[in-house]
Structures are given as C-alpha cells and as structure tokens.
C-alpha cells in the first residue's frame, strides 16, 4: 500500500453562504491529494502524459461525515491499496485540524494511450515508482 497526505487551507471562495465547504470541491481536493501523493514518489501527471498516458477520471464517489469550514486546515489523505493495471482506484480520507473525519472517498481513473484513446497499462514509470510499496 502507498499512502501520502497532503494539507489544504479551505478558502472563501469553497464554501458557501453558510461558511462550509461547497461538497463539489471535495474533488478538487481529492486530485491535488492525488497529484501530491505520485509528487511523492517522484512522479508528475506530466511525465506521465509524456510517457504517452493519459488518466481520465472513470468514476468518483463521497461519503460526507462532517462539514469542513472556511479557513479551516485540512488534510487529505491518499490511498493506492492496490497495484494498478489498467486501473487505478485511489481512496481518499479527509481530515480537520481536530483530527476528526470529514470525508471519505474513492476515485477510480483509467490508463488511456495518448495516441489510439484506447485503454492500456499502467505506464511503467508509475508501476516502477509504486512496486516498492507492494512488495510482500
């Protein structure tokens, strides 16, 4: 499993009239923990398109426990607990400064050949970074 958290000032501009957090940006969230955490291994969503791969978004979900709030810390936390194949299915976990659980949720994206938009493995500069983690 590779895990890595990424912390995230909630700004006016992600809340709404209540001062809570607007739940569509709980994606945005959950991509820069996503960039962040292939950031922490060394790898950029930009070598990987280099590499002739793209990642689309084939499915998302939430789960909202409790409300983050304007200018509240939070952390956001990724998950591969898996190898990816042609896939790669992210777990998210969303805390405040409290420690407390705000939301969870998962994001399954597909590896896509730039050139022929068809699927295709997941490219070997993320699988070389990631083996480490999935040693048994």
Same mark, same amino acid.
């Given at each position: 499993?590779?895990?890595? &958290?990424?912390? /995230?000032?909630?700004?006016?501009?992600?809340?709404?009239?209540?001062?809570? +957090?607007?739940?569509?940006?709980?994606?945005?969230?959950?991509?820069?923990?996503?960039?962040?955490?292939?950031?922490? /291994?060394?790898? &950029?969503?930009?070598?990987?398109?280099?590499?002739? +791969?793209?990642?689309?978004?084939?499915? *998302? &979900?939430?789960?909202?426990?409790?409300?983050?709030?304007?200018?509240?810390?939070?952390?956001?936390?990724?998950?591969? $607990?898996?190898?990816?194949?042609?896939?790669?299915?992210?777990?998210?976990?969303?805390? $405040?400064?409290?420690?407390?659980? *705000?939301?969870?949720?998962?994001?399954?994206?597909?590896?896509?050949? +730039?050139?022929?938009?068809? +699927?295709?493995?997941?490219?070997? /500069?993320?699988?070389?970074?990631? /083996?480490?983690?999935?040693?048994?």
């Amino acid at each position: 499993m590779f895990s890595a &958290s990424t912390q /995230i000032r909630v700004r006016y501009g992600e809340t709404d009239q209540m001062g809570v +957090v607007y739940h569509g940006n709980y994606a945005l969230f959950f991509e820069s923990a996503r960039t962040e955490a292939l950031r922490a /291994i060394g790898i &950029s969503y930009k070598a990987i398109e280099e590499s002739g +791969v793209m990642m689309p978004v084939h499915s *998302l &979900s939430f789960k909202y426990l409790k409300s983050a709030k304007y200018d509240d810390l939070i952390t956001v936390v990724a998950k591969f $607990n898996h190898m990816p194949t042609v896939r790669a299915v992210i777990e998210y976990e969303v805390y $405040n400064e409290a420690n407390e659980l *705000l939301c969870t949720g998962e994001s399954t994206l597909v590896f896509m050949d +730039v050139k022929t938009n068809r +699927v295709t493995r997941c490219p070997q /500069i993320l699988e070389q970074a990631l /083996i480490p983690y999935f040693k048994a």
